[in-house]
């Protein structure tokens, strides 16, 4: 048993909207030989759409916008992928993903160095301590000189970093980088489907001279040099504890460094580690099976109108057809198609082992952050919904297609697309959303998966909270006082819609017994 935990790494890919993530995802499936072709998110040659955007409006937009789970073998080693979404419109979805993974890689851009959605994430890498390797991209354009950026990535990030390989300049100039962590030379041939030659070179000999001509390889070894005298060297303790990241350099796009950086990342990263529970702590090697929902996928095959729960395994091995105890429910469920995926693409598993994350199928049972265990009360927290902060009364637009919105939105909801709040006062449903992206993406799924219509009305809001109190007069006195303005969610819990932040704060000062939330989970 502990010999296939061992050997499982499940890591997730963030970074800023258009870094390249989806483009290194790509990468790493040809490597990994579960694609024969790697496909492009932008590109008038390249037909072939990227394997993780799968949904239309991903394919129209050339954005991410839900995570994608993917797992293949790689050497001895079986790798699980979360492709997440960079639009900050999306991001409680990678906040999400997060729960559910070992390790990290986050793709820079190397022409703009550290953006905000990066600095954002990294803060929930840091929560967590999550060990993260960062892939600086794009080197086959212009970039920025690779000491600014390893300064810029230590002070916005506020991470130590060790390049593990240096790039032999940048844009029309670039000729390859310099493996520092196997010592080798890897040239560079622009080319988007087939992998670049390696050469082994001593660089402290004219061999290096005849590689990349004589002023090049004196300029390298003396970068070299400052890199030994500057930067701490790499320490496994200090990666696998959060506190130091290696860096990479390369191209996603032309499949360069790609390689450098799936060989070192499966010999470093960790194995699945403990995951902290309410009750207890959860160690993978147990030998009972626990796992929790971190993420619902609703229409993942338009034809047969399906959710997906996807469950990452924490301890234990998981069997087909055996029962397994839905904590919230407090029911044995059995499960006789469990799947793993590719994307879109998915096949039925026999088993999976801690670490793994297998696709349960879903009729409503199902809520993000629901445990599975066998027999025991265990609940694992740490999958928040944050307060939106932008909101939309929904109508529907075509009277025939009432049971179709109505499923329709039910189910964008509980995949935590957006939150639904019910009006206390006049029963109007409002949608609130983290980012103006969310309405469209609503929209467009309702119209061309559930067949219905809906049109938004316009509605000022500042903020949604939950409140609660243990001084039923006073909660009593303020829900009569703020009648407009109460709504239930979806779980029937009372909140708030605040429309200033003035009437909120005065809210929070007339009231002092009442608590007033911003993130779902307390």
């Given at each position: 048993?502990?010999?296939?935990i061992?050997r499982?790494?499940t890591?997730a ?13 790509e ?10 072709v ?15 955007d799968?949904?239309?409006i ?11 789970v993917?797992?293949f073998?790689?050497h001895d ?16 979805d990678?906040?999400?993903?997060l ?18 959605q990066?600095?954002?994430l ?13 892939f ?5 354009r212009?970039a ?11 002070e916005?990030?506020?991470i130590h ?5 240096w790039?032999?300049e940048s ?16 040239l560079f041939?622009?080319?988007k ?12 000999t004219?061999?290096?001279?005849n590689?990349?001509g ?13 890199i ?10 200090n ?8 860096v ?22 960790p194995?699945?580690r ?6 207890r702590t ?11 929902v971190?993420k ?14 996807f ?27 469990p ?6 693409r998915?096949?039925?598993v ?5 670490g ?17 265990t066998?027999?025991?009360n265990l ?17 529907n637009?075509?009277p ?6 109505s ?14 709040f019910v009006?206390?006062?006049n029963g109007?449903?409002?949608?609130g959303?983290?980012?103006q ?8 799924r309702?119209e ?8 938004w009305?316009?509605?000022?809001l500042?903020?949604a909270?939950w ?13 009569k ?26 809210a ?7 608590k007033?939330?911003?993130?779902s989970?307390?």
């Amino acid at each position: 048993m502990n010999a296939e935990i061992e050997r499982r790494r499940t890591f997730a890919i963030i970074a800023h909207p258009d870094a390249g993530k989806t483009s290194l995802t790509e990468k790493l499936l040809l490597f990994g030989g579960q694609i024969q072709v790697a496909g492009a998110v932008k590109s008038n040659k390249i037909k072939k759409t990227a394997t993780s955007d799968w949904m239309d409006i991903e394919k129209q937009r050339g954005i991410s916008v839900t995570t994608s789970v993917m797992e293949f073998d790689y050497h001895d080693y079986k790798i699980n992928i979360l492709d997440t979404p960079g639009h900050q419109d999306f991001a409680e979805d990678t906040y999400r993903t997060l729960t559910a993974v070992d390790s990290v890689i986050i793709v820079v851009d190397g022409a703009k160095g550290v953006e905000t959605q990066t600095r954002k994430l990294m803060e929930v890498c840091r929560m967590r301590n999550t060990p993260v390797i960062i892939f600086v991209n794009k080197m086959d354009r212009e970039a920025k000189d690779p000491f600014d950026l390893l300064d810029e990535l230590e002070e916005e990030l506020s991470i130590h970093v060790c390049p593990l390989s240096w790039p032999i300049e940048s844009g029309p100039r670039f000729r390859g980088v310099y493996n520092i962590y196997e010592r080798k030379l890897n040239l560079f041939q622009p080319s988007k489907q087939v992998v670049t030659e390696k050469v082994e070179v001593d660089i402290h000999t004219e061999d290096l001279d005849n590689h990349i001509g004589a002023s090049l390889a004196e300029k390298l070894r003396s970068e070299i040099e400052l890199i030994d005298g500057v930067y701490p060297e790499f320490s496994l303790d200090n990666y696998k504890g959060g506190e130091l990241a290696p860096v990479f350099f390369g191209s996603a796009l032309n499949n360069f460094g790609v390689q450098e950086l799936l060989d070192c990342f499966v010999e470093i990263a960790p194995s699945p580690r403990p995951v902290n529970a309410v009750e207890r702590t959860v160690n993978p090697d147990e030998t009972k099976f626990t796992g929790f929902v971190f993420k619902i996928t609703a229409n993942i095959d338009p034809n047969h109108r399906s959710c997906v729960a996807f469950c990452k395994v924490c301890s234990g091995k998981f069997t087909r057809n055996t029962p397994y105890l839905h904590v919230r429910h407090n029911k044995t469920m059995r499960f006789s198609s469990p799947t793993q995926f590719m994307a879109q693409r998915k096949t039925t598993v026999e088993e999976a082992w801690a670490g793994d994350i297998i696709g349960l199928p879903d009729n409503g049972t199902f809520k993000i952050g629901d445990t599975l265990t066998e027999g025991e009360n265990l609940h694992f927290k740490g999958l928040p919904s944050f307060s939106p902060e932008m909101f939309k009364y929904i109508e529907n637009a075509d009277p025939m297609k009432t049971k179709q919105l109505s499923k329709g939105i039910d189910q964008l909801m509980d995949e935590g697309v957006a939150q639904l709040f019910v009006n206390q006062f006049n029963g109007r449903k409002i949608i609130g959303t983290v980012g103006q992206l969310q309405f469209e993406v609503i929209q467009y799924r309702l119209e061309n998966e559930y067949n219905a219509k809906c049109r938004w009305e316009p509605i000022s809001l500042y903020k949604a909270c939950w409140i609660e109190s243990d001084d039923a007069e006073e909660l009593e006195a303020f829900k009569k006082r703020k009648y407009q303005y109460m709504a239930k969610d979806r779980d029937g819990r009372d909140v708030f819609l605040a429309d200033s932040g003035y009437v909120l704060q005065m809210a929070q000062m007339d009231f002092k017994n009442i608590k007033f939330h911003f993130t779902s989970e307390f």
